[in-house]
């Protein structure tokens, strides 16, 4: 476990004080919000998805290490599987029954504070415009968890490498909006219903929403925010 965390902490530092330069240089065109991520605790980091490069960026200018939820074709692909070890990347295989092991896994990575990268689509949107339909798997942890949720907005990802496509683009189109942490304490602790949950995260859609300027159109409460 020791050098499991050693080789990951390697692999973070690399990427931001060697790969960030250069991420950084041939895609980032503005950030905005650093400030709403917090020096410590744990906290979920949620955003629409619109590329490979996503996450890659993200963690580039992060200014604390981050761990996504990774789908498990990442590591059928002995390049991408490579980095996601490398990277301590959580491994989601959508298609199990049982999520026990995913969720032991969570567990553990928000009980020492660490940040958790989630994208409430679950998959890349095939829209420039447009997301997902989003899991409540984003207001589940969070409040299970009892952490809150730190919206983000990307714009630009789609022109860099959109799904279905394996041309990457070099155009320095990409922007990360970081919105403030959305507090969901009056949940913790509570017996919660789908409709409940389905409503929390309605609202973390609805900050990503305004943050990324892509629409969001599977809103069933009509007090959102």
Known sequence: MKSHQK????SHYVLKNLARPLIKALWVKKVTGLQNIPKKGAFIIAMNHQSFFDFLIFTAIAPRNIHFLAAEKFYQNKYWKALMVLTGQIKVDRHAKDKTEL???VKCHLGKGLLL?????GTRSPY??????????VSKYAIEHKVSIIPVGLKGMYDILPKDSKKISFKKTSEVHIGAPIDVSEYW????????????????????????????????HEHAE
Request: proline share 2%.
């Open 7 to 10: 080789r990951t902490a390697i």
């Open 103 to 105: 969720h032991g896994h």
């Open 117 to 121: 990268g989630i994208f409430p689509e």
């Open 128 to 137: 420039k415009d447009e997301m997902l339909e989003a899991f409540n798997g």
């Open 189 to 220: 602790g509570k017996q919660i219903d789908d409709d409940t949950y389905s409503f929390v995260t309605e609202k973390v859609m609805k900050r990503i929403e305004h943050l990324s300027g892509k629409k969001y159109n599977f809103y069933k």
